[in-house]
């Protein structure tokens, strides 16, 4: 079975401290993503990586910025952290982008008071 | 763009059917997906149909799809308290981003 590990369940955060959310995938997928879930949003794309070195902006990428050093590790980065960024964040990978599902992580719940 | 749609929320009592409707627009969509949230738990993948089917079953869920109107489904048979949950209707975009997610029902289950 395909496992995403994300570094943190829960984290809190003062405002304008920079946060690290780390996730690993032990599939060697190439694509991996990073989402945002809030209460009748959904989910929304904030940034994606289809290969090491590469990155793409999602719908919402402001704010924010990734790390893909190694296939297996996908960070995200909140520059200077805001209280209107306390959500839910969702690590997911794929081997196939075209004809294959996201494989998800548990998720971490990120306070900014 | 594509969009997928579906309704927020749904309530059915234990032992009912559960039916979660979606509908979405990229009809060169190749699969649909159902994933399930539990509360605090990231996304699990329920199950999936293949763009030429019609229908899938497994166990205690049946999906139908309807190309033609563009409508998926997800029934629940004999829906337990377990089954209280998030449930996603996806479908594959097009360009860079493989999954097109809808908000997602909730599914609350009365004993």
């Known amino acids: 079975d395909v496992k995403v590990t994300q570094s943190s369940r829960y984290l809190v955060k003062r405002t304008g401290e920079k946060v690290f959310l780390e996730c690993v995938q032990d599939?060697?997928?190439?694509?991996m993503f990073w989402y945002r879930q809030d209460p009748g949003l959904g989910l929304r794309l904030i940034y994606f990586s289809y290969d090491v070195k590469m990155k793409e902006k999602g719908d919402i990428p402001e704010g924010h910025s990734v790390s893909r050093e190694k296939k297996e590790r996908f960070s995200l980065i909140l520059e200077s952290a805001s209280t209107n960024q306390t959500s839910m964040y969702l690590c997911?990978?794929?081997?196939?982008?075209?004809?294959?599902?996201?494989?998800f992580g548990n998720g971490t719940r990120l306070t900014v008071t | 763009g594509e969009d997928v749609e579906q309704s927020l929320f749904l309530s059915v009592r234990e032992g009912d059917s559960s039916v979660i409707n979606c509908t979405y627009t990229?009809?060169?969509?190749?699969?649909l997906y159902w994933y399930k949230q539990e509360p605090g738990a990231g996304l699990q993948l329920l199950t999936y149909?293949?763009?030429?089917?019609d229908m899938k079953q497994d166990q205690r869920l049946t999906v139908l799809l309807n190309k033609k109107d563009k409508h998926l489904s997800l029934r629940i048979a004999d829906t337990q308290t377990g089954d209280s949950a998030i449930y996603f209707c996806?479908?594959?975009?097009?360009?860079?981003?493989?999954?097109?997610f809808g908000k997602g029902t909730r599914l609350s289950v009365i004993a």
């Open positions: 996806a479908e594959i975009g097009g360009g860079n981003t493989p999954l097109v």
């Open positions: 997911a990978s794929t081997m196939d982008r075209e004809n294959s599902p996201l494989h």
């Open positions: 149909i293949f763009s030429n089917m």
């Open positions: 990229d009809s060169s969509s190749t699969y």
């Open positions: 599939m060697d997928h190439e694509n």
